[in-house]
C-alpha cells in the first residue's frame, strides 16, 4: 500500500490506477498457457484504449474481439486493429449502415450470427448494394449431458453438428455475405474458477463439470470444424476464454484464442489452480467519517459487477490487509464502511485501496485511469467513458 499511495500522493481520490508491470506480467502469463496461439482481445474486458494498444504491441497477442459493432467501427477507424470480430449479433440498424458504407471497415470487421434470422435483420437495414458481409457464426458451447440439462452460458441455438452445417450451407447460398470463421465460447470452463476458497464441495463438482464439459466440447467442436470446412475456406476457429486457455489451446481445430479479464486480475479470477493473475487495476477510495474506532466510512465505492447478485460481486477491500465490508451496507452508492485491524490505524483522507470482481466494468466508472509503473505515474490516460463511448 505505501507504493501506491507514495506515488498517487498528489492525487485526490477516487480514482483508479493500472499497475503496468502486474498488467505487463499477466499479459505474458496469458501468452504463455496459451502455448503459440494467438489470442484476440476481448475488449470488454478492458474499456480503454491505450491498453488495447499496448496489449496489441506485445507477442501473443493479435486483433479483437468486441462487444458491440459500433465499438468496433470506433476502434476501426482510430486505427488500433484491422482484425476485428463482433463477438455478439448485432441488431443495430445504423451501425450496420455505417459498417455497409465503408469498404474498409467491411474488409476488417466480422459479425458473429446464430441464425438466418440474423442475415434477414442485415439485408433489411442495408440493402443489397454493399460490401460483402463477413459473418462468423457461434457454436454452442455448453454442456448437455441429459435431455433438458444446459450447464453453460445460453447464447447460440447452434449446438449439433447438423445444425451448424444447415446454417452454414445457408449463409455460403446467400448473396452479399461471406463466412470467415466460427466461435464457440465454453463459458462454465472458461468463466468459473475451479477452487473456489472455503467451498471443497464445488470445487470438487466443478473440476468434474469442467473435464466432462471440455472432452464432450472438445470432440463435437472438432466436428464443427471438419464439417464447415468441407463445404468452405475458414479464416479462423475462436475459442476459449482466460479461464481455458490451457485446455482450449491443445484442440488441433482452434486457431485462435480470446482472452481479456486476465490482463486485469479481477476478484471473481481469483479461483483457478491452474493460474493466479495479479492484480492490475485498484480503486482507491478516501476515509470521509471515523463513526467509531473499529469503522472507517469510506467515500463512494458502490460499483458492483454485472451477474447474479451475491456477494462475490461487490468490490473487495484489498489493501491495507484485513479490511472487510460491512454485511447491512456494503459497498454504497455514496459510502462505504470497512471494519477489521486495520480500520482503526486509519485516519480521516487515508486511501483503501479496492479490487472490482469483473475486468471490464470499473472502466464505466471511472473516466481516466492513471498507469503507474516502478515508482511513477506514467501517464493518465482515458477510459471508454472518459472518451465519451458507451456501448452497453
Same mark, same amino acid.
Given at each position: 500500500?505505501?507504493?501506491?499511495?507514495?506515488?498517487?500522493?498528489?492525487?485526490?481520490?477516487?480514482?483508479?490506477?493500472?499497475?503496468?508491470?502486474?498488467?505487463?506480467?499477466?499479459?505474458?502469463?496469458?501468452?504463455?498457457?496459451?502455448?503459440?496461439?494467438?489470442?484476440?482481445?476481448?475488449?470488454?474486458?478492458?474499456?480503454?484504449?491505450?491498453?488495447?494498444?499496448?496489449?496489441?504491441?506485445?507477442?501473443?497477442?493479435?486483433?479483437?474481439?468486441?462487444?458491440?459493432?459500433?465499438?468496433?467501427?470506433?476502434?476501426?477507424?482510430?486505427?488500433? &486493429?484491422?482484425?476485428? *470480430?463482433?463477438?455478439?449479433?448485432?441488431?443495430?440498424? =445504423?451501425? %450496420?449502415?455505417?459498417? /455497409? +458504407?465503408? @469498404? $474498409?471497415?467491411?474488409?476488417?470487421?466480422?459479425?458473429?450470427?446464430?441464425?438466418?434470422?440474423?442475415?434477414?435483420?442485415?439485408?433489411?437495414?442495408?440493402?443489397?448494394?454493399?460490401?460483402?458481409?463477413?459473418?462468423?457464426?457461434?457454436?454452442?458451447?455448453?454442456?448437455?449431458?441429459?435431455?433438458?440439462?444446459?450447464?453453460?452460458?445460453?447464447?447460440?441455438?447452434?449446438?449439433?453438428?447438423?445444425?451448424?452445417?444447415?446454417?452454414?450451407?445457408?449463409?455460403?447460398?446467400?448473396?452479399?455475405?461471406?463466412?470467415?470463421?466460427?466461435?464457440?465460447?465454453?463459458?462454465?470452463?472458461?468463466?468459473?474458477?475451479?477452487?473456489?476458497?472455503?467451498?471443497?464441495?464445488?470445487?470438487?463438482?466443478?473440476?468434474?463439470?469442467?473435464?466432462r464439459s471440455a472432452a464432450e466440447l472438445a470432440e463435437r467442436r472438432a466436428a464443427v470444424?471438419?464439417?464447415?470446412? &468441407?463445404?468452405?475456406? *475458414?479464416?479462423?476457429?475462436?475459442?476459449?476464454?482466460? =479461464?481455458? %486457455?490451457?485446455?482450449? /489451446? +491443445?484442440? @488441433? $481445430?482452434?486457431?485462435?484464442?480470446?482472452?481479456?479479464?486476465?490482463?486485469?486480475?479481477?476478484?471473481?479470477?481469483?479461483?483457478?489452480?491452474?493460474?493466479?493473475?495479479?492484480?492490475?487495476?485498484?480503486?482507491?477510495?478516501?476515509?470521509?467519517?471515523?463513526?467509531?474506532?473499529?469503522?472507517?466510512?469510506?467515500?463512494?465505492?458502490?460499483?458492483?459487477?454485472?451477474?447474479?447478485?451475491g456477494a462475490d460481486r461487490v468490490p473487495t477491500p484489498w489493501l491495507p490487509a484485513g479490511?472487510?465490508?460491512?454485511?447491512?451496507?456494503?459497498?454504497?452508492?455514496?459510502?462505504?464502511?470497512?471494519?477489521?485491524?486495520?480500520?482503526?490505524?486509519?485516519?480521516?483522507?487515508?486511501?483503501?485501496?479496492?479490487?472490482?470482481?469483473?475486468?471490464?466494468?470499473?472502466?464505466?466508472?471511472?473516466?481516466?485511469?492513471?498507469?503507474?509503473?516502478?515508482?511513477?505515474?506514467?501517464?493518465?490516460?482515458?477510459?471508454?467513458?472518459?472518451?465519451?463511448?458507451?456501448? =452497453?
Amino acid at each position: 500500500m505505501l507504493r501506491l499511495d507514495t506515488i498517487t500522493g498528489e492525487l485526490d481520490p477516487p480514482f483508479a490506477v493500472v499497475d503496468l508491470d502486474a498488467f505487463d506480467h499477466n499479459a505474458a502469463d496469458l501468452a504463455r498457457r496459451a502455448a503459440g496461439r494467438p489470442i484476440r482481445v476481448a475488449t470488454k474486458s478492458v474499456r480503454c484504449r491505450e491498453l488495447l494498444r499496448r496489449t496489441l504491441r506485445l507477442p501473443g497477442f493479435a486483433g479483437l474481439m468486441c462487444y458491440t459493432l459500433a465499438e468496433a467501427l470506433w476502434l476501426h477507424r482510430e486505427g488500433l &486493429s484491422d482484425d476485428i *470480430l463482433v463477438a455478439y449479433p448485432t441488431v443495430d440498424r =445504423g451501425a %450496420l449502415r455505417a459498417l /455497409a +458504407a465503408d @469498404p $474498409a471497415a467491411a474488409a476488417a470487421i466480422a459479425l458473429v450470427v446464430d441464425s438466418v434470422e440474423h442475415l434477414d435483420l442485415i439485408d433489411r437495414a442495408v440493402g443489397p448494394n454493399r460490401p460483402d458481409i463477413r459473418l462468423c457464426l457461434e457454436v454452442d458451447a455448453s454442456w448437455r449431458p441429459l435431455r433438458g440439462l444446459h450447464v453453460g452460458a445460453h447464447r447460440s441455438p447452434l449446438h449439433s453438428v447438423e445444425q451448424v452445417r444447415r446454417v452454414a450451407g445457408l449463409v455460403l447460398r446467400r448473396r452479399g455475405f461471406r463466412l470467415v470463421g466460427l466461435m464457440a465460447y465454453e463459458g462454465q470452463i472458461a468463466g468459473l474458477g475451479d477452487a473456489p476458497t472455503g467451498r471443497p464441495l464445488r470445487a470438487a463438482a466443478l473440476r468434474w463439470m469442467q473435464r466432462r464439459s471440455a472432452a464432450e466440447l472438445a470432440e463435437r467442436r472438432a466436428a464443427v470444424v471438419r464439417a464447415v470446412r &468441407s463445404m468452405t475456406e *475458414l479464416e479462423f476457429v475462436n475459442g476459449g476464454g482466460t =479461464g481455458s %486457455l490451457e485446455r482450449t /489451446a +491443445a484442440e @488441433p $481445430a482452434v486457431t485462435e484464442l480470446a482472452a481479456g479479464s486476465g490482463l486485469i486480475g479481477p476478484t471473481l479470477f481469483d479461483g483457478y489452480r491452474s493460474f493466479r493473475p495479479r492484480p492490475a487495476v485498484l480503486f482507491a477510495l478516501p476515509v470521509v467519517h471515523r463513526p467509531s474506532s473499529r469503522i472507517a466510512t469510506l467515500f463512494g465505492g458502490g460499483y458492483p459487477a454485472s451477474g447474479p447478485p451475491g456477494a462475490d460481486r461487490v468490490p473487495t477491500p484489498w489493501l491495507p490487509a484485513g479490511l472487510r465490508l460491512i454485511a447491512t451496507e456494503s459497498a454504497g452508492e455514496v459510502q462505504t464502511p470497512v471494519v477489521g485491524n486495520a480500520a482503526r490505524g486509519l485516519h480521516l483522507g487515508d486511501r483503501v485501496w479496492f479490487r472490482h470482481a469483473k475486468a471490464g466494468e470499473l472502466a464505466e466508472r471511472f473516466a481516466h485511469y492513471h498507469l503507474v509503473t516502478g515508482d511513477r505515474v506514467a501517464a493518465t490516460v482515458p477510459t471508454y467513458r472518459g472518451e465519451g463511448k458507451s456501448f =452497453g
